[in-house]
C-alpha cells in the first residue's frame, strides 16, 4: 500500500505544473504588449547577401518583429565629374549656337526633355538631401557606391545646333567648331571606358539619362547594359531596353498649369488636339484622326509646331477643353500627355504601344481614356465615346489628377487603443510604407486592422478619427509630373532607380557565370519585356 506522503506528492506536482503552464501563456498571449522604437542605424547594403533589412518594429539587433513592413537604406548613388564638356559645356555650346551671350551663371534651356537637368541638379545641390535620401542618398567615395550617375547632357546635346549636319568635327564645350553630338557620345563612352569602375562590373551598376528618343543612339549598344531613363521604348529594340531594368520618365510639361478647380464650368470643347499633323511611324494615325474629327464643330483640333505662341495657344485650349488628344507621334509619347494632365484636361490616348512613367503608383485609367488605334479612326467612333461620360464621371477623372488626398498612418490593431502619444507621434514619423487598400468607413478599418500586424500607410479618402490617424496633405496624381516640386517628380524618379539595386547585382552575378557564346537571337531572359507582340490597349477594352 503506498504511503501517505507519496499519494499527496503527486496531485501537488500535477496542480503545481498547471498553474505554471497557465502562468506562461498568460505571460505569452496575454501580457500587455511594449512598443519597440524602430531602429534604423545600421547600414544596409544591397549588393551584401550579408547585410540585414530591418522591419519598422525591429529590435536592436535587426531581427523581425512578427512579419513587420521591410524598410532598408537608401541606395547610394556616385556621380561622375565628368569633364566640363559633358555637362555645362553642352549648354554653352547651344547658347553660342544661337548666337546668346552667356552672362554669369550658364542656365540650361527650357525643354521637354529637362529631367537630365533636373537630376543632376539634385545630385550637387546639398538642399535635396532630405526629399533625395529617402530613397537614394550621394555618396563622394565610389568605392562605396552602389550605383554611378553619367551625368551627360545627351538630350540637349543631340539638338544643339538649330541644324545638325551629319558627319561634320569639332566637340564642343570647348573650341568654337560645329558642335557634333556624335564625336560627343563617342567621347564619352572612350572617357567612360577608363574608369576602373565602368570596367568593373560590365557597365551595369551605370545609370544613364537619354530622355530624347535620340539621345545616345550612336552608342546606345554600348551602354544598354546600364539602367537607362527614357521617355519610351519607340526607338530602342528589346535587347536594348525594358521595364525591368530601365525608367520610364515623364516629359517636363511646357505650358502652365490649370490653378482652378475641378468642373466643366468653362469647358466647352469636348475635344483638343494641337500639334503636328503629319509623323512617320505610329504617327501616322494623327493624319487619320484628323480626317474624322476636324468637322466635329466641339472639337478643336489644330495643325502647329513648337513655338512661343503656339504653346500659349495650347495652353488657352488645354484649359478651356474637357479631353485632350494624345495621339502617337514619331514614338508612342510626348509631353502633350503631361501638359493635359497638369491642365486637368483628361487625355485620350490613341497610342498602342505607349509605355507611361510610375505605374507602380499610377493606375492611368482612373486618369485618362485609352482608344486602340483601329477603332479611334473609325468615324463617329471617338466622339460618341468621349459624349457618353457623364459630368460625374468627367469629375471623378480630374478628382484623381488634381485633388489633395490623406495620407493616414495606421497603427497595429493591438496598440492602436492604448498607445502614447509621444509613442504614436515617433511611429507616425518613421512609418512611411503605403499600400493600395482604401478604407472608407471606420468598421471596415477594424477588420483590416486586424489583417495587418505592423503599421502601415493606408491611403483614403476621408471619414476617420484623428486620434487614430494623422493626416497629411499631398497631391494626388500631378505632382508626379511637375519637376520643380521637392516631393514630385524628381525624388519619384531616384525611387524608381533605387528599386533596380538588386536586379542589377543579379545581372552582375549572372554576366559573370555565362559561358561566352555567339548568339542567334537577343538574350532576353532579363531584359525583353513583351515577347509575345500582344498590343497592350488590346487589354484595355476586355
Not at 537604406?73 to 547651344?94: A, E, M, Q
Not at 509631353?335 to 493606375?363: K, Q, T
Request: hydrophobic fraction near 35%.
Amino acid at each position: 500500500m503506498a504511503s501517505p506522503r507519496k499519494s499527496i506528492l503527486k496531485p501537488t506536482l500535477a496542480t503545481v505544473l498547471t498553474i505554471l503552464s497557465f502562468y506562461a501563456l498568460f505571460n505569452t498571449f496575454l501580457s500587455p504588449i511594449t512598443p519597440i522604437t524602430p531602429n534604423y542605424s545600421s547600414k544596409f547594403d544591397p549588393f551584401d547577401s550579408n547585410s540585414r533589412s530591418f522591419s519598422l518594429l525591429s529590435t536592436d539587433d535587426g531581427s523581425s518583429n512578427g512579419g513587420g513592413v521591410v524598410v532598408s537604406s537608401p541606395v547610394r548613388v556616385y556621380l561622375y565629374d565628368l569633364p566640363k564638356k559633358f555637362t555645362f559645356g553642352v549648354i554653352d555650346s547651344y547658347l553660342s549656337a544661337r548666337g546668346s551671350g552667356v552672362d554669369g551663371d550658364l542656365k540650361y534651356p527650357g525643354n521637354q526633355h529637362s529631367a537630365e537637368w533636373y537630376l543632376f541638379k539634385d545630385l550637387i545641390d546639398e538642399r535635396s538631401k532630405g526629399v533625395r535620401g529617402k530613397s537614394i542618398v550621394r555618396v563622394l567615395d565610389p568605392d562605396e557606391a552602389d550605383l554611378f550617375y553619367v551625368p551627360f547632357f545627351s538630350s540637349l546635346s543631340l539638338v544643339v545646333n538649330p541644324i545638325r549636319p551629319a558627319g561634320v568635327g569639332g566637340i564642343g564645350g570647348g573650341g568654337r567648331g560645329v558642335y557634333s553630338d556624335e564625336e560627343m557620345q563617342e567621347s564619352l563612352i572612350e572617357w567612360l571606358e577608363g574608369q576602373v569602375y565602368w570596367r568593373r562590373n560590365n557597365g551595369w551598376d551605370h545609370v544613364f539619362i537619354c530622355q530624347d528618343p535620340n539621345a545616345l543612339y550612336k552608342v546606345i549598344d554600348r551602354v544598354k547594359n546600364g539602367v537607362l531613363l527614357v521617355s519610351d521604348f519607340g526607338r530602342l529594340r528589346g535587347d536594348q531596353a525594358s521595364l525591368v531594368k530601365d525608367v520610364i520618365l515623364p516629359y517636363s510639361h511646357r505650358i502652365n498649369p490649370f490653378k482652378g478647380d475641378v468642373g466643366i464650368e468653362g469647358r466647352d470643347s469636348l475635344l483638343f488636339f494641337m500639334g503636328n499633323r503629319y509623323r512617320k511611324e505610329g504617327g501616322k494615325v494623327r493624319d487619320l484622326l484628323f480626317q474624322v474629327l476636324e468637322d466635329h464643330e466641339d472639337v478643336i483640333i489644330k495643325h502647329g509646331t513648337q513655338s512661343r505662341e503656339n504653346r500659349r495657344m495650347a495652353s488657352q485650349g488645354m484649359h478651356s477643353s474637357k479631353f485632350c488628344l494624345h495621339p502617337a507621334g514619331d514614338t508612342p509619347s510626348a509631353c502633350r500627355l503631361f501638359d493635359a494632365i497638369v491642365s486637368l484636361c483628361i487625355p485620350v490616348i490613341v497610342s498602342d504601344r505607349i509605355e507611361l512613367p510610375f505605374e507602380d503608383i499610377i493606375d492611368y485609367k482612373k486618369i485618362a481614356v485609352f482608344v486602340d488605334s483601329e477603332r479611334a479612326v473609325q468615324p463617329g467612333y471617338l466622339i460618341k465615346k468621349l459624349k457618353k461620360l457623364s459630368t460625374d464621371k468627367i469629375l471623378e477623372y480630374q478628382k484623381e489628377l488634381k485633388e489633395s488626398h490623406k495620407k493616414f498612418i495606421l497603427v497595429e490593431d493591438r496598440e492602436k487603443k492604448g498607445i502614447a502619444k509621444k509613442q504614436r507621434r515617433d511611429l507616425n514619423r518613421d512609418a512611411k510604407i503605403r499600400i493600395e487598400d482604401r478604407v472608407k468607413k471606420g468598421h471596415e478599418l477594424d477588420r483590416a486592422a486586424k489583417k495587418i500586424s505592423r503599421q502601415v500607410v493606408l491611403e483614403m479618402e476621408g471619414g476617420l478619427s484623428a486620434e487614430d490617424l494623422r493626416p497629411e496633405e499631398i497631391e494626388k496624381v500631378k505632382r508626379y509630373f511637375e519637376y520643380e516640386d521637392p516631393n514630385g517628380t524628381v525624388s519619384e524618379i531616384w525611387r524608381q532607380v533605387s528599386l533596380k539595386a538588386s536586379l542589377i547585382k543579379l545581372m552582375i552575378n549572372r554576366d559573370k557565370r555565362l559561358v561566352r557564346t555567339e548568339l542567334t537571337e537577343p538574350d532576353c531572359a532579363c531584359l525583353c519585356s513583351n515577347k509575345t507582340e500582344i498590343l497592350t490597349t488590346s487589354l484595355l477594352l476586355q
